[in-house]
Every structure is written in C-alpha cells, then in structure tokens.
C-alpha cells in the first residue's frame, strides 16, 4: 500500500466516501443485516479504517461503546461532523491500521477491519493487520473483515456500460484482473487507488491462518450488485420484496460473486 496514494485520496474524497453508501445501498443493508446479530446495545466496538464513520455511527446510535480509527484525517473531520448531526460521540483518531499496537487501545467485543484489506497490497500487511485486530478483541469476541472481489471490476463495467469494457480491456492491469478471477488468484494493482481485489476462492485459506472460529463468508450486496441500478428504481413493495429475498442467499458460496464485496466473520478462539 502507498500509504501517501490512499490517504490523500479519502482525504480528497471523504464526502464521496461517505455518500456511496447512499448510492450504493445494498452493501449497507445486508452488511448491517449479519452484524445486527451479534452486535448489541452496550457492546464495545473498534471500527479500524472505517472512513468517515458510517458503521461506526450506525452502531453508536444503537448504543454501543465506539471507537474509530482511519488512516485520512478528511475521514475523521467528516465523521466528527456527521456524529455530531446524528447525535452521538465516541474517540476517533487518526492513525494507520498497522500501527495500532502502539495505541492505548482496550480490547473490545468487536473489531471491523473493512476498508483496510483491500488497500493494503502487500500480503505479509494484510496479515499483519488482522493480527493486530484480533490482539484488541477480548476472547470469544468477533472480527469483521470485508475484501473486494476481483470480479467486483467485471460487475462494474456490466451495470455501467455500455462503453466501459472497450476502453478497459485497452489497459494491462484490466487483463490482469481477468487473469485473476480466471486462474482464481488475486489481482494487485491500479484501481481507485493501488488496491488488493481477492479471488473468492483466497478468503477462506487466508483466514485459516488466525485464530478464528468461521462465522460467516458472505456476500455484502448479496445476489443485486449486478442489478442495482434496476431494482432501486424498483417501487418500494417490490423493493423490499427484493432485499427480503436476497437475505436468503448471503451464505451460499455459489453466489459470492454476485457481490462487490464479500466478508468474512470469525470468532477469536480463547
């Protein structure tokens, strides 16, 4: 990761940070949808890389006991003046993800490592940084870690087109990222910053590493990536139909792909 390349792009891009989730609803619902149920009022939780404090705010109104960390100071300024429209207050801090072994941190009933994963290109990073999450999980507590799927480049160019495919398969990091979800690898390299997209089939054999019993590997937009700009405009009976149904298929490995995003659940064995 160049830690330069990603932090002056949310620092130049925290209002779009925080809007996508607006734009891009699904991964919000459902994401929430598998956390809310084991995530309760009064649980402690440490957002690491949490952008401009969507999650975290989420769970602070809900009344647990927050704390936010994010490599962008635009980030974090955002996040301050988002909680305080939302009515809420919790530590926010600055700092790199790989650096939080140095930070008088509590150990917590919940750890988020959602952004941090897919920017961090170097794997012995990675696996740093889910080591030092679990360090700040209490025993038995739940760690939260969300990756980009490689095919996330292909759904874009799909439900974006027509166009976008053309003038993407004109660059080498493009053929790249085909290579990947073909040879079922992963593709490091340009993206919206340098960025670590994993195959669907890596997530689990890299988790193994770590002292976690598997909760849940799950798609975070569920099976309406795809159709997202179709099913918003869909009206809201129908809509909510959708998103009821969709819930049914989170867990099925088979439609993984399906998703931008996947993530990974495990409980910190004790």
């Given at each position: 990761?160049?830690?330069?390349?990603?932090?002056?792009?949310?620092?130049?891009?925290?209002?779009?940070?925080?809007?996508?989730?607006?734009?891009?609803?699904?991964?919000?619902i459902?994401?929430?949808?598998?956390?809310?149920?084991?995530?309760k009022?009064?649980?402690?939780?440490?957002?690491?890389?949490g952008?401009?404090?969507?999650?975290?705010?989420?769970?602070?109104?809900?009344?647990?006991?927050?704390?936010?960390?994010?490599l962008?100071?635009?980030?974090?300024?955002?996040?301050?003046?988002?909680?305080?429209?939302?009515?809420?207050?919790?530590?926010?801090f600055?700092?790199?993800?790989?650096?939080?072994?140095?930070?008088?941190?509590?150990?917590?009933?919940h750890?988020?490592?959602?952004g941090?994963?897919?920017?961090?290109?170097?794997?012995?990073?990675?696996?740093?940084?889910v080591?030092?999450?679990?360090?700040?999980?209490?025993?038995?507590?739940?760690?939260?870690?969300?990756?980009?799927?490689?095919?996330?480049?292909?759904?874009?160019?799909?439900?974006?087109?027509?166009?976008?495919?053309?003038?993407?398969?004109?660059?080498?990091?493009?053929?790249?990222?085909?290579?990947?979800?073909?040879?079922?690898?992963?593709?490091?390299?340009?993206?919206?910053?340098?960025?670590?997209?994993?195959?669907?089939?890596?997530?689990?054999?890299?988790m193994?590493?770590?002292?976690?019993?598997?909760?849940?590997?799950?798609?975070?937009?569920s099976?309406?990536?795809?159709?997202?700009?179709?099913?918003?405009?869909?009206?809201?009976?129908?809509?909510?139909?959708?998103?009821?149904?969709?819930?049914?298929f989170?867990?099925?490995?088979?439609?993984?792909?399906?998703?931008?995003?996947?993530?990974?659940?495990?409980?910190?064995?004790?």
């Open positions: 990761m160049s830690i330069e390349e990603t932090k002056k792009y949310y620092d130049e891009n925290s209002q779009k940070e925080w809007e996508r989730l607006e734009k891009h609803p699904f991964e919000f459902f994401t929430t949808y598998i956390m809310d149920q084991y995530i009022p009064g649980d402690s939780v440490l957002d690491i890389g952008g401009p404090g969507r999650y975290s705010i989420y769970y602070a109104q809900k009344g647990c006991d927050v704390t936010l960390i994010d962008s100071d635009g980030n974090i300024e955002l996040a301050k003046a988002k909680s305080r429209e939302c009515n809420v207050d919790f530590p926010m600055a700092a790199n993800c790989l650096e939080i072994g140095t930070m008088e941190l509590a150990q917590y009933d750890v988020f490592l959602m941090p994963l897919y920017h961090l290109i170097n794997k012995e990073q990675r696996t740093q940084a080591r030092l999450a679990i360090e700040r999980l209490k025993p038995g507590g739940i760690l939260y870690c969300s990756f980009i799927l490689d095919f996330a480049g292909i759904i874009y160019d799909l439900k974006n087109g027509p166009g976008f495919l053309a003038e993407d398969l004109g660059n080498q990091s493009t053929a790249a990222l085909i290579d990947s979800i073909v040879t079922g690898t992963e593709y490091v390299g340009p993206a919206f910053t340098s960025a670590c997209f994993m195959n669907q089939k890596q997530i689990e054999p890299f193994q590493q770590f002292p976690l019993e598997k909760l849940h590997l799950f798609g975070q937009e099976i309406l990536s795809l159709n997202e700009n179709q099913v918003k405009l869909f009206p809201k009976e129908e809509y909510e139909l959708w998103i009821e149904t969709a819930k049914k989170l867990d099925i490995p088979e439609f993984l792909a399906f998703s931008e995003h996947a993530m990974y659940i495990g409980k910190k064995m004790v």
